[in-house]
């Protein structure tokens, strides 16, 4: 039996992360009625929840923002068989990262400075996995 590859396993976990992230903001959501808007006509505008809800909102969406580029580089790297130390780390550290993001915007405790440095360390990781697909190349 052949083993998966280290970034493909992060690459699952993170794709679980990103399958589940909706769940505090739908728990936000429900926990919270507001009467004026049917929210099965049009949603209600987020700014009608408490600040976690929105955070939770975003943080979803930040995660997709960078798990789809991020899940693309990796699936190309698989497939010209790209994989490096180089790769590995930025995996496990780009999953680490995002769940730190994901965590620290939903409670709040990631502000400024944390918050957006977190984002950017997975950018870089978004970065690395594109070089390493070029010196593969090269």
Not at 15 to 28: E, K, N, T
Not at 106 to 123: D, E, K, T, V
Request: net charge neutral; glycine share 6%; hydrophobic share 60%.
């Amino acid at each position: 039996m052949e083993t998966i590859p280290t970034e493909l396993g992060i690459l699952t976990c993170l794709m679980i992360l990103a399958a589940s992230l909706w769940i505090p903001y739908i728990v936000g959501v429900n926990k919270y009625e507001v009467s004026e808007i049917d929210p099965f006509v049009r949603p209600t505008p987020l700014e009608k929840f408490p600040a976690w809800v929105h955070r939770a909102h975003r943080a979803h969406l930040n995660l997709v923002e960078q798990a789809l580029p991020f899940s693309v580089l990796v699936l190309i790297l698989n497939a010209i068989d790209g994989f490096s130390a180089l790769t590995y780390w930025a995996a496990i550290v780009f999953f680490w990262v995002r769940l730190l993001h994901a965590v620290g915007m939903i409670s709040g405790m990631a502000r400024f400075p944390l918050r957006p440095g977190l984002f950017l360390i997975g950018w870089a990781c978004c970065l690395i996995m594109a070089y390493a697909v070029f010196a593969v190349q090269f």
